[in-house]
């Protein structure tokens, strides 16, 4: 199962890159930033999981006793809520600039931006 | 020609992926320092049922501030670099079925948000979460009221005044001598019911409401700018 679930991860991850990289229009340029991010937070949980561990969430009487041995591993969960939180405010910069970029040109093809290229 | 390059980069990176992937096994157990946050003497210490929870709220607490310091320095930046023109622009008029739906929805949405971050820790869920469902109802009324006034003094007095409580709850902590950001400054409660883990519930509920008021900004702030062209 976990297999699964971190190949998958690297898959989107790579296809976020390929997206970074081949796609002209900016919008889908950040959806590609988007996947990459999610491709690593995929790779990050699926890393933690203990085999045949529950959720980390006591609410049941027999998780209190010899609670390490049945969990999976809270600490990535916990560091993937705030990459998740932190990947969010950088997508919502993201397209401030892409507004910002189509107000100046017009255009969301990366080709017209061709100032900083030489 | 361009291509190529395009498929070099991506075997690059697959072929750097690899190793990690080979050498993956799966866990049998825990890391010594999760097993530390399961042991019963903490878990009790803590009490709260959600133990991803206490990491994000107790153990790992000052990076949950940073991380809310993160989404406020966003939405400032945003804020200054979309600068609100208001003028008049001609919409669609919106169906009668699409409002009058937002206008039943929206306070459905707005508590199932204010449900999740007050059962943050004893369900999954939390702050975070909670108050993205909340900027997810402001945006069905940005959407289906778009000449609607948006009160944003409102929701930038609430996003300080949440911001302020959580820096003073944690500071408070420190004050009367258990530590910056320690959940023990209210009683602990019974384990697994709405009134324990001490403070954070209360934390989270502040976390929350200034997520949920700062991504409201951030979407308005969107929606406002799109009113130029």
Known sequence: MEYITITTGFLIILAGLWAIMTRKNIIRIIIGFSLFDTGIHIVMVSMAYVKGGVAPILDKNELLTDTANKIVDPVPQALVLTAIVIGLGVTALMLAYAMKLHSEKKSLDIESFKDLKW | ?229
Do not use: C, W
Not at chain 2, 65 to 91: C, H, N, P, Q, Y
Not at chain 2, 208 to 217: R, T
């Open chain 2, 1 to 229: 020609m361009k291509k190529l390059f395009v498929f070099i980069i991506l075997i690059a990176l697959a072929s750097m992926l690899y190793p990690l992937l080979d050498t993956f096994h799966g866990n049998d157990k825990l890391s010594e320092l999760s097993q530390f946050y399961a042991q019963s003497e903490n878990v009790s210490k803590v009490n709260a049922q959600n133990l991803v929870t206490a990491v994000v709220v107790t153990y790992r607490g000052l990076d949950t501030l940073g991380e809310v310091t993160i989404l406020f320095l966003a939405a400032a930046i945003i804020a200054f670099f979309l600068k609100t023109e208001s003028e008049k622009r001609t919409l669609r008029k919106n169906s009668e079925i699409f409002k009058t739906a937002a206008k039943m929805l929206v306070p459905i949405i707005t508590m199932v948000g204010i449900y999740i971050f007050i059962n943050g820790h004893l369900t999954p869920g939390g702050g975070f979460q909670g108050g993205a469902v909340i900027a997810s109802g402001v945006i069905l009324m940005l959407l289906a009221f778009p000449n609607m006034e948006f009160n944003h003094k409102f929701f930038e007095a609430l996003e300080s005044i949440s911001g302020v409580v959580y820096v003073g709850l944690a500071a408070f902590g420190a004050i009367i001598g258990l530590g910056f950001l320690d959940n023990a400054i209210l009683p602990l409660g019974k384990f697994g019911e709405l009134f324990s883990a001490g403070a954070i519930p209360v934390i989270y509920s502040f976390v929350g409401l200034k997520v949920g008021a700062e991504l409201s900004n951030i979407l308005n702030k969107f929606k406002s700018v799109q009113a130029e062209n």
